[in-house]
Nanobody, 122 residues
Framework: QLQASGGGLAQTGGSLRLSCATS????????MGWFRQAPGKEREFVAS????????YYTDSVKGRFTISRGNAKNTVYLQLDSLKPDDTAIYYC?????????????????WGPGTLVTVSS
């Protein structure tokens, strides 16, 4: 119901674009979020977007480098990763919830997809 794609290997300073497609019960009128989990670390919030796409939120470490957006049909969410750093290396997960988009804890998102690995080489 949530399927992320677009991960891969990038060099420092490079770019990647992640996509997350929703289907079934996880429809288009949901807040969508991206989280990431690096080896040995807890899963952390990266960005979120309201279902209309009018409100976006970012963790401080990615502000100005990552951009979250929704497709015209609202059932696809993108995360553009620019100016990548080795610290961005992680498995990236997309998640969904009803309601407020300014929520940053994984437990606040009931719907999750399998992750996609982003590796940034130095």
């Amino acid at each position: 119901q949530l399927q992320a794609s677009g991960g891969g290997l990038a060099q420092t300073g490079g770019s990647l674009r992640l996509s997350c497609a929703t289907s079934g019960r996880v429809g288009s009128t949901l807040t969508m979020g991206w989280f990431r989990q690096a080896p040995g670390k807890e899963r952390e919030f990266v960005a979120s977007i309201s279902w209309r796409g009018s409100s976006t939120y970012y963790t401080d470490s990615v502000k100005g480098r990552f951009t979250i957006s929704r497709g015209n049909a609202k059932n696809t969410v993108y995360l553009q990763l620019d100016s990548l750093k080795p610290d961005d290396t992680a498995i990236y997960y997309c998640a969904a919830r009803n309601g407020e988009a300014s929520l940053y804890y994984p437990r606040q998102y009931p719907y999750w997809g399998p992750g996609t690995l982003v590796t940034v080489s130095s």
